[in-house]
């Protein structure tokens, strides 16, 4: 009934003369297998259907968008949702459309990089999912968009926030600790209480193409949904020191936060160069009650500090066999805070990525993916990723691969988290 | 004795003149260049449904289809927008090319289901277009500027017609070391081209047909249908198919930028 009434719209303005509609969408089969926790309380094995699909339609300056995916687990039932990515209207004023309106959720891509992201740092994530690249909601959006040069300025409002999707505390993709959280808080100043998705928060954002060079700056005032600090809001005084009121109050912290950032893809001769920062300053009076032990707990806040990616990529092809190979590089940072409250801010706090992608140009585009996440600082802890996807025919394809977790032991930060979750996966995706 | 010198003087002066409006291989090659750039410039736009057909050594075949739009610009190379149909995985996928006379082109790929504008090095040109033959290099923009040409002969191309046959070899970052082209002297459209590999053996050949008058502002232009691509090292072929394709088209120059690849 939902998507029906979704698809109102667009069915009143198909007939309109001019118009251009499309669609397309995947589902998918996901089967992914965890290693053995030796716990029977957690799920070590998922089956799900995924679905995406999008609809626009186009005409003259308008259009209209709507998008969004859906799961659903045979098991675990807090992995079933419905997002929506897009739903918007926009419409592009004057002959040459050097100005645009949008008003409704959307889903944003800022970034330049592969695998680390500072300055995409808009829409709130779906944390069960790959760390590196997790799936985004769509944020309710009031934007004006103007063309400068090669490029736009865009002015963003955004009313109202999107809760992040925690997976369940019987869910092996870490993040939670085996708790539930409860609703998510909203860190404004010193207010504490608001767990209201209506917080108002704006944006501005320069892009520009000069030559080889594209780049992009960006002032935002907003929430933090990248870096949530889980925690308690109220504690008691116990034995001398503070702990949780009630300790199944535990619930992501989301700070609001002014920060500048931008990207930057530069082409030197065969190289892509890319870069990627933020700098946050926090609103911070407020602090959470964080938990440091299973039984001890201190009260913080997130730290100011910068955000800087680097990056490196080339193709190289192999005209013998027909087969290109794309080698990536990054390498990320947390600046200014110390090593280790840089360790409690981010995952990926000083992190380098050796990635490569392996394409053999063949009729079913079979491709082979391999990345290689090291912690520079905490050298024991990695990730490995490896992949490949084959086509089956026109619609088909599939995707088999494997992630490798490593960490000395678990616990409340960096790969920690996630040690013991090494997973396989296999996708079968049919695509219309 | 005076009209002995004065046909001395007449035949030094002839001598001189002969030397001095010679043309030379490379002149002449670079002349029919331009004068083929001049013809088929002037169509302002090109809009058309693309489809490309790939077979591998053992005759199996398989389809690709895009939507492919090309601005004119004037004193600098053409940009060009393709949009990609199928495999269906990855339908929506556009490539954007802003191709320049006398440096590297610039070229952003859109990935759907990422909703992310991708730059992307256009220096890697041998890579190939779609697992196809073809590779980004034959299918860009064929700027003089990128060339150095040898008339080589007159000939007659493979259907009869008269051809110049020339050869040109790119002055920086190819996938080939040289290319033979053979252009209609009718209507100065390449009609045959064999390339040659970085070692300088031939790798491909490719053979234009299907040719099509269009007119524009009433200049007559000609434009091929079809091309067909042999790797004559791999045996593998693709065909490159233009249908409803239409010249003089006015697009918003707002089409072809990195901003219109997100709508």
């Known amino acids: 009934?939902?998507?029906?009434?979704?698809?109102?719209?667009?069915?009143?303005?198909?007939?309109?003369?001019?118009?251009?509609?499309?669609?397309?969408?995947?589902?998918?089969?996901?089967?992914?297998k965890f290693e053995n926790d030796n716990s029977r309380l957690t799920y070590d094995d998922n089956l799900a259907l995924f679905t995406r699909a999008q609809l626009k339609y186009i005409s003259g300056g308008f259009t209209a968008a709507l998008r969004g995916y859906g799961r659903v687990d045979s098991k675990d039932k807090d992995r079933n949702h419905l997002v929506v990515e897009d739903a918007y209207g926009s419409y592009i004023f004057g002959d040459e459309g050097r100005f645009k309106l949008l008003a409704g959720w959307k889903l944003f891509n800022w970034s330049a990089?592969?695998?680390?992201?500072?300055?995409?740092?808009?829409?709130?994530?779906?944390?069960?999912?790959?760390?590196?690249?997790?799936?985004?909601?769509?944020?309710?959006?009031?934007?004006?968009?103007?063309?400068v040069g090669d490029g736009t300025l865009n002015l963003y409002f955004w009313p109202r926030v999107e809760s992040p999707i925690f997976p369940s505390s019987r869910s092996r993709t870490g993040v939670n600790f085996g708790v539930e959280f409860q609703d998510s808080v909203w860190v404004d100043g010193t207010d504490t209480q608001s767990n209201s998705s209506w917080q108002s928060q704006w944006g501005i954002r320069f892009n520009q193409t000069i030559g080889d060079l594209d780049f992009s700056l960006q002032y935002l005032d907003h929430f933090d949904r990248v870096h949530p600090l889980l925690g308690y809001s109220n504690g008691i005084s116990f034995g001398g020191s503070e702990v949780p009121s009630n300790q199944l109050e535990l619930r992501p912290h989301f700070y609001r936060v002014k920060e500048v950032g931008g990207t930057l893809s530069y082409g030197y001769e065969d190289y892509l160069i890319k870069a990627e920062g933020s700098y946050r300053e926090y609103e911070d009076e407020f602090q959470t009650l964080t938990p440091i032990t299973t039984t001890s707990f201190e009260r913080?806040?997130?730290?100011?500090?910068?955000?800087?990616?680097?990056?490196?990529e080339r193709i190289v092809s192999f005209d013998s066999v027909e087969h290109e190979a794309t080698i990536i590089f990054e390498v990320t940072s947390i600046l200014g805070p110390t090593k280790i409250e840089r360790r409690k801010l981010s995952t990926f706090q000083r992190d380098a990525l050796l990635g490569l992608r392996y394409n053999f140009n063949?009729?079913?585009?079979?491709?082979?993916?391999?990345?290689?996440?090291?912690?520079?600082?905490?050298?024991?802890?990695?990730?490995?990723?490896?992949?490949f996807t084959r086509r089956l025919s026109d619609q088909w394809k599939y995707k088999i691969g494997t992630r490798l977790y490593q960490a000395k032991e678990n616990g409340f930060y960096g790969l920690q988290v996630y040690k013991g979750d090494s997973q396989g996966y296999l996708n079968i995706s049919r695509f219309f | 004795m005076r009209?002995?010198?004065?046909?001395?003087?007449?035949l030094i002066l002839s001598l001189l003149s002969q030397f001095s409006f010679a043309e030379t291989s490379q002149e002449k090659g670079l002349r029919i260049a331009k004068e083929a750039e001049a013809r088929n410039n002037g169509f302002i736009g090109d809009e058309s449904d693309l489809e490309m057909v790939l077979i591998d050594a053992y005759g199996s075949k398989i389809v690709r289809k895009m939507e492919g739009r090309v601005l004119?610009?004037?004193d600098d190379g053409d940009k060009s927008l393709n949009i990609f149909l199928n495999p269906k995985?990855?339908?929506?996928?556009?490539?954007?090319?802003?191709?320049?006379?006398n440096e590297d082109d610039n070229q952003w790929l859109y990935l759907p289901s990422l909703k992310r504008v991708k730059k992307i090095s256009s220096r890697n040109k041998s890579s190939s277009f779609m697992g196809s033959e073809f590779s980004y290099e034959d299918l860009g923009s064929q700027e003089i500027e990128k060339y150095k040409f040898n008339f080589l002969k007159d000939g007659k191309s493979a259907a009869g017609e008269d051809v110049y046959i020339i050869e040109r070899v790119p002055v920086d970052n190819s996938g080939y070391s040289k290319q033979v082209v053979q252009i209609s002297k009718k209507h100065l459209n390449a009609v045959y081209v064999s390339y040659y590999d970085r070692k300088s053996e031939l790798l491909k050949t490719a053979e234009m047909?299907?040719?099509?008058?269009?007119?524009?502002?009433?200049?007559?232009?000609?434009?091929a249908t079809l091309i067909h691509m042999k790797n004559v090292q791999t045996k593998k072929e693709s065909i490159f198919k233009w249908t409803n394709r239409k010249l003089g088209v006015n697009f918003k120059s707002s089409l072809f930028t990195k901003r219109s690849l997100k709508r």
């Open chain 2, 89 to 101: 995985d990855v339908k929506g996928t556009k490539m954007l090319t802003w191709s320049h006379k």
């Open chain 1, 1 to 32: 009934m939902m998507n029906k009434l979704l698809l109102l719209p667009f069915l009143i303005l198909c007939p309109l003369s001019h118009a251009d509609f499309s669609d397309q969408g995947e589902i998918t089969f996901e089967s992914r």
């Open chain 1, 113 to 147: 990089m592969e695998a680390f992201h500072p300055a995409d740092v808009v829409n709130s994530k779906n944390f069960d999912g790959e760390i590196e690249n997790l799936e985004k909601k769509g944020e309710l959006t009031l934007e004006g968009e103007f063309v």
């Open chain 2, 72 to 74: 004119e610009v004037k």
């Open chain 2, 3 to 10: 009209s002995v010198s004065n046909l001395c003087l007449i």
């Open chain 1, 362 to 387: 063949d009729f079913m585009g079979s491709e082979l993916f391999f990345s290689y996440i090291q912690d520079i600082e905490y050298t024991d802890e990695r990730l490995i990723n490896l992949s």
């Open chain 2, 209 to 223: 047909s299907g040719f099509t008058k269009y007119t524009v502002n009433g200049k007559e232009l000609w434009r």
């Open chain 1, 300 to 312: 913080r806040s997130p730290k100011d500090h910068g955000e800087l990616a680097l990056g490196l």
